[in-house]
């Protein structure tokens, strides 16, 4: 057992550090993504609050255009999912045919919604405000392609396999002195174990891909349709009477 003894503690650290980075990855992007929901709701509720009540369209297409950011920023992730099939529902024909277009049609809508603002008649502190919004939607899109296109090393990665694999493989030898046939159930819950924890540094390792992504889509998508119901209704309440 002296062998394993000695390896056991550095195995320990490749898969500790394999993992917590792996954590680390998947907690940065959903810190993002609940960012994004926050700020979405924020912007929405800003464009209905500031566009003057001849600019209904304008809002509608804001409302429609912040919940296309957040379903093309998780095909654009995902890589295999349908943006057509995901902003069906969300954008008018012309304006999804003009998002299908373009090679990036997260940055699309982002221009699309700073024009939107640009051409609301809004004063410049609004629009500052407004503003600040769309740069941090930005800095969501570009922290999430950082997070995608640079993943942890390959060879890391396979070290750390082939590493366990090998150890694993071994330590039957070294068991089976003192262990007997004990030495299949307790090769079998190790191996589970450390497996187990490989794995899971596996699948976290992309967090896009096991996020609830759909779900806060929906959220923003729910809260959006919302908040431009009752926009009437709240301003009847704050102002006394119809706008």
């Not at 509720?45 to 379903?71: C, S």
């Not at 942890?152 to 990665?157: A, K, Q, R």
């Not at 089976?176 to 079998?188: F, H, Q």
Request: one cysteine or more; glycine letters at 4%.
């Amino acid at each position: 057992m002296i062998p394993f003894t000695v390896t056991s503690a550095a195995l320990s650290l490749l898969l500790v550090f394999r993992t917590n980075a792996s954590y680390d990855r998947w907690w940065e992007g959903r810190k993002l993504w609940g960012l994004l929901l926050i700020r979405s709701r924020d912007f929405v509720r800003q464009g209905l609050t500031f566009f003057g009540p001849d600019e209904d369209e304008l809002k509608a297409r804001l409302v429609r255009y912040t919940t296309a950011f957040n379903y093309a920023l998780k095909v654009h992730l995902r890589g295999d999912e349908d943006l057509k099939t995901e902003l069906k529902d969300v954008l008018e024909p012309k304006e999804l045919d003009a998002a299908l277009q373009d090679p990036h049609p997260s940055n699309h809508i982002l221009f699309v919604l700073s024009t939107i603002v640009n051409r609301a008649k809004i004063n410049n502190l609004q629009a500052s405000r407004m503003d600040e919004n769309l740069t941090t939607f930005s800095d969501i899109l570009g922290a999430c392609e950082r997070i995608l296109r640079a993943p942890i090393p390959l060879s890391y990665t396979r070290h750390t396999s082939r590493s366990l694999i090998l150890w694993l493989t071994l330590l039957p030898m070294a068991l089976v002195g003192d262990c007997g046939w004990l030495t299949i159930p307790i090769e079998a819950f190790i191996a589970m174990v450390l497996l187990g924890i490989e794995d899971i540094g596996v699948q976290i390792e992309e967090p896009f891909s096991i996020l609830p992504l759909e779900a806060i889509c929906k959220t923003v998508d729910a809260n959006n349709r919302a908040l431009y119901g009752q926009q009437r209704s709240v301003w009847e309440l704050a102002e006394g009477q119809s706008p």
